[in-house]
Structures are given as structure tokens and as C-alpha cells.
């Protein structure tokens, strides 16, 4: 049996950042830390073929897919978001399977690009795009975006983390909607964590920023944010606020938290919640959320 691929953590009464550098003390002295291969270049995985599609804090989406008739998504819609950890849980697959039947759009991550996922995917005549985070133990891993109707387009995000050498990517994908002349951005971010500062995190929000503001359609912002500090809170907020965003919220908040705040987001702009969701679960160390969204009449 594999060992899982995971962290240390420690439960003490601590700040979060003394905590963190405890962490990363403990993991740096005693070789805890795993060392994962990371691709040349930024790589996604569209549909199973490979691309290399960078999002660019200058311009729009890149990548066209244009194999096969587009089909638009009609509103309402539902989005399922959830940090699937690598795959490693019991019953990841069949809670999945159980808790996307009305989903249109899932936002996953750290998912392993496995046979089982594209198995999954298939199965369910899902459209697949995953972005190559890093490789370990033969297997790539990153966050994956599937859809019941494939992408006008996709592009792409990797940033190292300071202090682990682990990369954490992201995707941004277009849309059709139905009888509607724009379409719909989809954004699915694994944002950086073991930083002391929000800097890192602030970068790697550059380009998606820069691809809202090119985007004339409505917008949803989803993923694990590891919001896991006042300061991390904070920062995702006003920014996505100051860019018109407002965050869907949850009557029984199932949510997982790390020092009282939630980690896991789904933030939106020219759109309306109908339903959301929030479940819990031991197939992953993460609870996943359900969204139904309507066009703004």
C-alpha cells in the first residue's frame, strides 16, 4: 500500500505563521518534505491531449477547442467544487459520482490524472482539462476542470511555492450559454499556501484578474484558496470584491476550516445563486460544495 502524500500537522494552540514555520522547521530537518518532478513548461492535459496554453496577464484566453460541436450551457446551472485530495480517501469515487449527477461544471483539485479519473470522465461523457502541477511517483497531479459541454477555450497557471518546490496551478475556461451572446468564465484555482506573506498569493491572482477584466460575460471564481489566515481572508476578499464578485454562502456551512476560516470558495459576478450546498464527507480532507447558478434576466 502506498503511503498517502501528505503534510505534517501538528494541533497546537499557535499562530498561524509561527505554526507554518514550525511546519516547514519539521519538514526541512527530518526529510519529510517529498520532492515531486514538475514538467518543463506549463502543461495541460484538454480532453487528454496535451497543450501548452499560458494565461497571460495581458490578454484573453488562448487554445481554442474547436473539434466537435459546441453546445451551450442553459440556465440554470449547477457547479460542484472539491478538493479531492490526490484520490486518496475511501469512497472518493462513488461520492463523486453520487454528488455530480445535476452538476454541469466541476472545479476538482489536487486530482490524479489517473485511469480511474478519465475512466470517470468518460463514463459520463464529461469534458476533461487538467493542468500538470507535478509528477510523483508516475502519476501527474493538479487541478482538473470538467464540464458537460466542452470549452471555447482554456488557459493555464503554475506557481512554485516558496518553501516546498511544489507547484500549484489553475485553470480558466470559456463557455457557451444558451440564448445568451456572451459566455460564461470559469476560473479553478489551488492557490499557493506555505507563504508568510500574501504576495505570492496576490501574484498568482494576476492573470485570471487580468482575464476578468477582458471578459464581458458573467464570471465564477472557484477552488481551494487556502484561506487558512486573517491576512490570506482578507486579500481573496477585497480583491474579488473590488472586481465586483460576491461570494456564495451556505446556510449549514459544512466547509472545512484551518484556524477558523474556511478554505474552499466559489465567488461570482453577472450571475445568481438559485441553490448552494455545502456536504460533508470523509472521502477527502476536504468537503465539497454544490452550486445551482441562474443569468442575471
Known amino acids: 500500500m502506498k503511503p498517502h502524500i501528505t503534510f505534517p500537522y501538528i494541533r497546537l494552540a499557535l499562530k498561524p505563521r509561527l505554526l507554518l514555520a514550525l511546519l516547514l522547521l519539521i519538514a526541512l530537518t527530518t526529510g519529510l518534505l517529498f520532492f515531486p518532478k514538475s514538467a518543463a513548461q506549463l502543461t495541460i492535459f484538454n ?9 497571460s496577464t495581458t490578454l484573453g484566453l488562448h487554445q481554442p477547442y474547436t473539434k466537435g460541436s459546441i453546445t451551450g450551457l442553459s440556465s440554470p446551472f449547477t457547479l460542484f467544487n472539491w478538493n479531492i ?51 510523483y511517483q508516475g502519476f501527474v497531479y493538479g487541478v482538473a476542470t470538467l464540464s458537460r459541454q466542452v470549452a471555447l477555450s482554456v488557459c493555464g497557471t503554475r506557481d512554485n511555492e516558496p518553501w516546498i518546490r511544489v507547484y500549484k496551478t489553475g485553470l480558466a475556461s470559456r463557455y457557451a450559454l444558451n440564448n445568451h451572446h456572451d459566455s460564461l468564465l470559469l476560473i479553478n484555482l489551488h492557490a ?7 504576495e505570492p498569493l496576490r501574484k498568482q491572482l494576476q492573470p485570471y484578474l487580468a482575464q476578468i477584466a477582458t471578459h464581458p460575460g458573467p464570471v465564477i471564481f472557484s477552488g481551494d484558496f487556502n484561506t487558512w489566515s486573517d491576512a490570506r481572508l482578507a486579500t481573496i476578499n477585497t480583491v474579488l470584491h473590488n472586481h465586483g464578485f460576491h461570494e456564495v454562502l451556505f446556510n449549514q456551512d459544512q466547509r472545512i476550516t484551518r484556524f477558523g476560516h474556511p478554505l474552499d470558495h466559489i465567488y461570482f ?13 470523509q472521502a477527502s480532507d476536504h468537503t465539497p460544495q454544490l452550486v445551482t447558478f441562474a443569468l442575471l434576466p
Open 269 to 281: 459576478r453577472g450571475l445568481t445563486v438559485i441553490k448552494a450546498e455545502s456536504m460533508a464527507t
Open 47 to 55: 480532453n487528454f491531449q496535451q497543450i501548452n496554453s499560458q494565461c
Open 192 to 198: 499557493v499556501n506555505f507563504t508568510f506573506t500574501t
Open 85 to 135: 485530495y490526490k484520490q486518496q480517501g475511501n469512497q472518493w469515487q462513488e461520492k463523486l459520482q453520487e454528488w455530480m449527477a445535476d452538476a454541469d461544471l466541476l472545479t476538482l483539485q489536487e486530482v490524479k490524472y489517473s485511469p480511474a479519473i478519465k475512466l470517470f470522465s468518460e463514463r459520463n461523457k464529461l469534458s476533461y482539462i487538467q493542468n500538470y502541477a507535478f509528477n
